[in-house]
T-cell receptor, first 115, second 115 residues
């Protein structure tokens, strides 16, 4: 069963637009962790955020913000005023203690920001 | 702290040959993970170590694959009798259980092409 679903395969926006990347997850654990990673064309996965299931506060870091909604099992990621350098594949991932904290990744969303 | 490093970065081999990849984790991290990523997909978990103990192996890890972490520091992933289907990016990640903020940090990956 797919644990992490990123329904948007590709998104294309024009620079300065806001864009939201969706992530829906499935778990039976009460404690779990959610992550977002960025994979630019160079290929290296870059850690963006880690969220504990008990912490539902939304987080903002510069132009990035995350909306964690436990009720809908979603952990969406918004980039405000997008820039060309934001172009990358973005992965959402789930880590569950019942699964030895192995990370299960979604299929990724390819974001293209055009100038 | 220089991050997770992997060698080689690229490997081209002929079908049937054996290949070995190396991962050097962040020095204070006691957990080490191997993932495989094929084109257009998210990373898939292969195996992980806590110190020198291999605690979990995915069903994706066939008997042609073996991983070791002999001294609880660097790890090697060997693929014997390579097949074309083994062509992928092999990613290594490390994390620290003690820090209780277990975030996995990824290396740049080894891209394998089996001809």
């Amino acid at each position: 069963a797919q644990k992490v679903t990123q329904a948007q395969t590709e998104i294309s926006v024009v620079e300065k637009e806001d864009v939201t990347l969706d992530c829906v997850y499935e778990t039976r654990d009460t404690t779990y962790y959610l992550f977002w990673y960025k994979q630019p064309p160079s290929g290296e996965l870059v850690f963006l955020i880690r969220r504990n299931s008990f912490d539902e506060q939304n987080e903002i870091s510069g132009r990035y913000s995350w909306n964690f909604q436990k009720s809908t099992s979603s952990f969406n990621f918004t980039i405000t005023a997008s820039q060309v350098v934001d172009s990358a594949v973005y992965f959402c991932a789930l880590s569950e203690p019942s699964n030895n904290n192995d990370m299960r990744f979604g299929a990724g969303t390819r974001l293209t920001v055009k100038p | 702290d220089t991050g997770v490093s992997q060698n080689p970065r690229h490997k081209i081999t002929k079908r049937g040959q054996n290949v070995t990849f190396r991962c050097d984790p962040i020095s204070e991290h006691n957990r080490l993970y191997w993932y495989r990523q094929t084109l257009g997909q998210g990373p898939e978990f292969l195996t992980y170590f806590q110190n020198e103990a291999q605690l979990e192996k995915s069903r994706l890890l066939s008997d042609r694959f073996s991983a070791e972490r002999p001294k609880g520091s660097f790890s090697t992933l060997e693929i014997q009798r390579t097949e074309q289907g083994d062509s992928a990016m092999y990613l290594c990640a490390s994390s620290s259980r003690q820090l209780r903020r277990e975030t996995q940090y990824f290396g740049p990956g080894t891209r394998l092409l089996v001809l």
